[in-house]
T-cell receptor, first 112, second 118 residues
């Protein structure tokens, strides 16, 4: 059974810092992995999608990497801003299933 | 297209009442998902549709829950005889899957319906 874990559960950093959020999974047979952002009481906003054949994806100040052999993905946020404060969720689609399995998220607070 | 739309955004109901939520996916997206999210947790899968066919249901989806997607367009999720434990955010997502890269397309989520059972 696929399990997805995100560490740390919460993170507080001063503005301008570069930071890394971690996502680990137990079964490397995945189709893709997607990172989402969720603001309090809101839905999910897609940030980056990494296909199983890819190693990384970049969008603006965000870079996501995927290492299936070690069961890990990281989301790198450069030059963090207070507007980046949110919960970041990773979700993956395992081979043989059509559903996305989510981690519990990392609550990020960027201090001005 | 304005993305995935969910209605209502908030619903407060008394225990024992029935509630129905609606989800309008992105046009031409053939796959539609329902998830439930409680405070501090990641979303949990409930069910998904490929066009009008409901292909998988989670064990979380008790017999009080039913979902439909008539004509493969919008979807409804109904909860009968609501219980306080049903209080959660109900999220809908859609994606376009099939053809090349069939399993590798991006999922888009709506803003959710927050249900409070009192």
């Amino acid at each position: 059974k696929q399990e997805v874990t995100q560490i740390p559960a919460a993170l507080s950093v001063p503005e301008g810092e570069n930071l890394v959020l971690n996502c680990s999974f137990t079964d490397s047979a995945i189709y893709n992995l997607q990172w989402f952002r969720q603001d309090p009481g809101k839905g999910l906003t897609s940030l980056l999608l990494i296909q199983s054949s890819q190693r990384e994806q970049t969008s603006g100040r965000l870079n996501a990497s995927l290492d299936k052999s070690s069961g890990r993905s990281t989301l790198y946020i450069a030059a963090s801003q207070p507007g980046d404060s949110a919960t970041y969720l990773c979700a993956l689609k395992s081979a043989g299933t059509y559903k996305y399995i989510f981690g519990t998220g990392t609550r990020l607070k960027v201090l001005a | 297209d304005t993305g995935v739309s969910q209605d209502p955004r908030h619903k407060i109901t008394k225990r024992g009442q029935n509630v129905t939520f609606r989800c309008d996916p992105i046009s031409e997206h053939n796959r539609l998902y329902w998830y439930r999210q409680t405070l501090g947790q990641g979303p949990e899968f409930l069910t998904y549709f490929q066009n009008e066919a409901q292909l998988e249901k989670s064990r979380l989806l008790s017999d009080r829950f039913s979902a439909e997607r008539p004509k493969g367009s919008f979807s409804t999720l109904e909860i009968q005889r609501t219980e306080q434990g049903d209080s959660a955010m109900y999220l809908c997502a859609s994606s376009l899957e099939g053809g090349r890269g069939a399993m590798n397309t991006e999922a888009f989520f709506g803003q959710g319906t927050r249900l409070t059972v009192v």
